[in-house]
């Protein structure tokens, strides 16, 4: 059986959190980066609750070459977890409890559509606390409603 869905309060650690793994990941991928790593997703905004992973994207100069980028990802504890492949290659490094920290990754080619609506997501949020309160709302509803399906979770805030 999987854990609970769990959302946390904002933590003010996460953005040190970010800069502290975004550091990690320019040494690491280096030779494939284009446009930086960026800190995405609800722990990127200050005041939202969130389930407590930092989501960062990182821009790469050519998709296909950053397929050599998974073996040294690999040794940094980040698995390969397919999400929207074609447009990125998308990482995990998750703690063993879900109330506790941990990270995921896409990479993908600045411009894609994913790194533009990514961006553009986490502005939006962050420049009106309307959004970001109606926007929480519905995270914990659906945490409630599906305490164990991410899936189902993650496709009920697509619409938002």
């Known amino acids: ?23 990690l990941l320019e040494r690491v991928l280096v030779p494939w980066l284009d446009g930086g790593v960026h800190h995405v997703g609800s722990t990127a905004v200050p005041g939202l609750a969130a389930k407590p992973i930092v989501d960062m994207i990182a821009g790469v100069r050519d998709l296909d070459e950053a397929r050599s980028a998974f073996g040294p990802l690999l040794d940094e504890g980040y698995a390969s977890t397919p999400h929207r492949p074609g447009i ?8 063993p409890r ?3 920290l941990g990270y995921g990754l896409h990479l993908t080619e600045p411009g ?21 309160r109606e926007y929480e709302a519905l995270k914990v509803r659906l945490a409630a409603d599906h305490t164990t399906d991410i899936a189902a979770y993650t496709a009920g805030k697509r619409a938002f």
């Open 1 to 23: 059986m999987s854990e609970p869905l769990v959302i946390a309060p904002y933590d003010s650690a996460w953005p040190q959190c970010f800069e502290t793994e975004r550091e």
């Open 112 to 132: 894609s559509d994913l790194w533009r609506e990514r961006l553009a997501f986490r502005e939006a949020l962050r420049a009106d606390p309307s959004i970001v």
């Open 98 to 100: 879900s109330s506790e």
């Open 88 to 95: 990125a290659h998308h990482f995990s490094k998750l703690s």
